[in-house]
C-alpha cells in the first residue's frame, strides 16, 4: 500500500473524470450503435467492471467489505486504509491528507458514504468454494452455510478423524467413517492434544481468579497521550499522567515498533508498554499487572498477567506489548488521539 502512495501515477481517475467521458461518448449518436449489438451479459460485466473501479479505495484500489469513508473532495478510503493513513501520519507527526487531493482528513472531517457502502453490498462477488456470482451481502452466508462445495469437517474430528472436504461429500463419508467404531484407547491421543490447548487459555484465567481474591487490588482507567521528543528522529512516545494506586505512585509509558529506526516504514504495528514506579521504596515490591481495553477502548486485547519486582534500585518494567489480536488493531489504537486502556495491579504478598 505504501507503494501506491508514493506513485502518485498509480493512483486511479478520478470517478467524475471518467463519468464525463461516458456521458461525452454518449453524446455522439454513432457510438451508440455498435454497443446495441453485444449481447447484454458482456454489457453487465463491463458495467459491473466500471462500477468496480468507480467504487474501489483510492489507496488500496480494492473493493471495500464493509465500511467507507471519504474526504470532503468525495475521494473513497476503505477503513483499513483510513486508519492506516491516520496512523501513519500520527507517526510522522504530520497532518493526515488524502492521497489524492491532500486535503486534510480525519475522524471528524471525513463522512462515511452509506450510498457506496450500500452500491458495494449489491455489486457481485464470486464464492471461493463454487466460484458462482452472488451479491456480496449475501455471499458470507453462502459460503458458511449455502455452498455445496464449502469445505467441511467430519463430526468426529473431536476424535481425531481428519476428513476434510466439500459439503456434498459429508453424509457419505460419515457414513463410512471408521472414527465412531474406534476403541477409547484409539481416540485417547486425539482428545488429550484438544485438552491441552483448553489447559493453556483456562491456566490464564485461574491465575486471574487467584489474584482477584488478594488483598490489595487497584484498577485505573488511564489514558495514555502522545508527546515527541527533540532526537534526531522524532519517534512517538506516549505516557499517562501520574496515578495513584496501593499507596504508590506510577505512570505507564509507551512506544511504537521501539526497536526499530523509522516505525511509519513497517507495515507490522506493536505498541510496547512499561510501568513505571514513581515513589520511593525501601523494601521490595512483587507486583503483578494486566492490561485490559477498559469502558473507553474498543481495543481487542488478549488477556496476559506480566510479573515484576520493583526494587529501590530497578523500578521500571521491561517494555512488553500490549497483547492486541494483530497489527491492524494496533493501527486502529493509532489513529485515535489518546490510547484509552484499563491496568489492574495486584500486589502480591511476601
Ligand atoms: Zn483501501
Ligand atoms: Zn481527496
Ligand atoms: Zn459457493
Ligand atoms: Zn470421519
Known sequence: MAEVLLVPEQIPHEPSSSAIGESSECDEPMKKKPRLEKPPEQDDEN?????????????????????????????????????HL???SRLKDEQPTCPNCRCEISKNLCSRNLAV????????????YCNCKLPRYLLDQHERQGCKERL???????????????????EEHEEGCGYPKKTGSEVLEAIQQKEAGRDEDTKVLRNVVKLLSYEKINFNDLQLRPYRTDDFITKLYYETSRFSALNQQWVVKARVN??????SHTLERRIAFQLSLK??????LVMQFMILNGPFSDAKVEPHVYRFEFTPEKTETPYNNIPLIDSAECNKILASKTINFRVIMFQIPK
Open 47 to 83: 458495467l459491473e467492471d466500471r462500477l468496480n473501479e468507480i467504487l474501489c479505495c483510492t489507496v488500496c484500489l480494492d473493493l471495500p467489505t464493509f465500511t467507507i469513508y471519504q474526504c470532503n473532495n468525495g475521494h473513497l478510503m476503505c477503513a483499513g486504509c483510513f486508519t
Open 86 to 88: 491516520l496512523a501513519d
Open 117 to 128: 457502502e450500500k452500491a458495494v453490498s449489491e455489486l457481485p462477488a464470486g464464492c471461493r
Open 152 to 170: 467441511t469437517r467430519c463430526k468426529y474430528y473431536q476424535i481425531g478423524c481428519s476428513w476434510q472436504g466439500p459439503h456434498h461429500g459429508l
Open 258 to 263: 521501539d526497536d526499530e529506526r523509522n516505525p
Open 279 to 284: 515513589s520511593r521504596i525501601t523494601s521490595n
